[in-house]
């Protein structure tokens, strides 16, 4: 009872936020239309890497809307890197002392009460948020993408929203050349990816049935790197000491990017729901998203060559902490064999 209650706490806070952040807007707002013109832009992106990943099209669009607005993105600084070289943005900070003078409109994609004080003492001509959009999708059926979400919160002041918006991350000649190199020096020409990590113990797969999937993938003529974050780098290095053939361990020796652009030589990833999994499908390579707790209709990845498996159990979604089978985890419904079916769909 004790845990169900702390997760219903958290959920009561941000429906709290949400409802408030409806009012300021209404309020700021009134009855007006937007603008058609904006002078400068702020958008307050206080998210993670994947979903930061999935705000880059709306980026792109909102740009083509408003040419000559100055845009000024506020993120977490772990996802900086991620957007740094996106030449749709003017200016990116990672704290609300950074910002400067008066801003037109502000795009709330995932706000916090300090932005939410800011927009009220600063307003705006015109303020969108992302609370209306959540209660307009829950009465009407159910979660979209988070890609076609964060277009629903601009939409009124974008132009010509595209009918199927492209995930992709614009990366600097900075890191193409790291990556270029970084393949030649460790001698990768065939090379598939794996990311073991995840935010949630929840979220990862059983190591041993990496271990497995990278046997076969070996015995199938590829190489095998292993990505994350320096968090990782202990797992993946448990899993690579049992191979029988080497093996890269590449987690914590890059930036975002970098890792990106590693990724763009390979011919497959194959990782738990994560930042990685987006940065990879952002790219454009054959990507499997192994999904346990999470919301494949929300996260999963978002192109062509994308796709996941999850079992869905009646107990999805929850706070991702605490499970209710701890013995029987979702993640882990997931086999081996399952990896195998896909990975020759993807590469055949």
């Given at each position: 009872?004790?845990?169900?209650?702390?997760?219903?706490?958290?959920?009561?806070?941000?429906?709290?936020?949400?409802?408030?952040?409806?009012?300021?807007?209404?309020?700021?707002?009134?009855?007006?239309?937007?603008?058609?013109?904006?002078?400068?832009?702020?958008?307050?992106?206080?998210?993670?890497?994947?979903?930061?990943?999935?705000?880059?099209?709306?980026?792109?669009?909102?740009?083509?809307?408003?040419?000559?607005?100055?845009?000024?993105?506020?993120?977490?600084?772990?996802?900086?890197?991620?957007?740094?070289?996106?030449?749709?943005?003017?200016?990116?900070?990672?704290?609300?002392?950074?910002?400067?003078?008066?801003?037109?409109?502000?795009?709330?994609?995932?706000?916090?009460?300090?932005?939410?004080?800011?927009?009220?003492?600063?307003?705006?001509?015109?303020?969108?948020?992302?609370?209306?959009?959540?209660?307009?999708?829950?009465?009407?059926?159910?979660?979209?993408?988070?890609?076609?979400?964060?277009?629903?919160?601009?939409?009124?002041?974008?132009?010509?929203?595209?009918?199927?918006?492209?995930?992709?991350?614009?990366?600097?000649?900075?890191?193409?050349?790291?990556?270029?190199?970084?393949?030649?020096?460790?001698?990768?020409?065939?090379?598939?990816?794996?990311h073991t990590g995840a935010r949630r113990?929840?979220?990862?797969?059983?190591?041993?049935?990496?271990?497995a999937l990278a046997n076969y993938l070996?015995?199938?003529?590829?190489?095998?790197?292993?990505?994350?974050?320096?968090?990782?780098?202990?797992?993946?290095?448990?899993?690579?000491?049992?191979?029988?053939?080497?093996?890269?361990?590449?987690?914590?020796?890059?930036?975002?990017?970098?890792?990106?652009?590693?990724?763009?030589?390979?011919?497959?990833?194959?990782?738990?729901?994560?930042?990685?999994?987006?940065?990879?499908?952002?790219?454009?390579?054959?990507?499997?998203?192994?999904?346990?707790?999470?919301?494949?209709?929300?996260?999963?990845?978002?192109?062509?060559?994308?796709?996941?498996?999850?079992?869905?159990?009646?107990?999805?979604?929850?706070?991702?902490?605490?499970?209710?089978?701890?013995?029987?985890?979702?993640?882990?419904?997931?086999?081996?064999?399952?990896?195998?079916?896909?990975?020759?769909?993807?590469?055949?």
């Amino acid at each position: 009872m004790q845990l169900k209650t702390s997760y219903s706490a958290a959920s009561v806070k941000e429906k709290i936020y949400y409802v408030l952040s409806i009012l300021l807007s209404k309020w700021i707002n009134g009855k007006k239309l937007p603008p058609e013109k904006f002078n400068r832009i702020l958008i307050i992106k206080i998210d993670e890497i994947g979903d930061m990943m999935t705000a880059l099209p709306s980026f792109e669009t909102l740009r083509k809307s408003h040419l000559e607005a100055e845009i000024t993105l506020l993120c977490k600084g772990v996802v900086k890197n991620i957007v740094q070289a996106d030449p749709c943005l003017d200016k990116v900070v990672t704290q609300k002392k950074e910002l400067s003078g008066k801003y037109d409109l502000i795009i709330d994609l995932r706000g916090s009460w300090q932005m939410f004080w800011f927009a009220l003492f600063n307003s705006p001509k015109y303020r969108v948020e992302r609370g209306s959009v959540r209660m307009k999708n829950k009465y009407a059926g159910g979660h979209k993408h988070e890609v076609e979400v964060n277009y629903q919160i601009m939409e009124p002041v974008l132009k010509n929203i595209p009918e199927k918006p492209e995930l992709r991350l614009f990366l600097s000649e900075e890191d193409k050349i790291f990556a270029k190199t970084w393949c030649e020096k460790n001698r990768l020409n065939s090379f598939v990816i794996f990311h073991t990590g995840a935010r949630r113990v929840l979220r990862q797969w059983a190591a041993e049935r990496y271990e497995a999937l990278a046997n076969y993938l070996h015995e199938n003529g590829f190489q095998l790197v292993f990505g994350g974050g320096p968090e990782d780098a202990e797992l993946n290095e448990s899993i690579i000491d049992k191979l029988k053939f080497p093996a890269v361990n590449l987690a914590g020796k890059c930036t975002l990017t970098q890792f990106a652009a590693i990724a763009a030589h390979a011919k497959l990833f194959v990782g738990n729901e994560s930042g990685p999994m987006h940065l990879a499908a952002a790219v454009n390579i054959p990507v499997i998203g192994l999904f346990g707790p999470g919301i494949t209709e929300t996260f999963r990845p978002y192109h062509a060559k994308g796709t996941f498996i999850h079992h869905k159990l009646a107990c999805n979604p929850c706070d991702q902490i605490h499970c209710v089978q701890p013995h029987d985890l979702c993640i882990n419904r997931i086999s081996v064999e399952e990896v195998k079916e896909k990975i020759k769909d993807l590469l055949s």
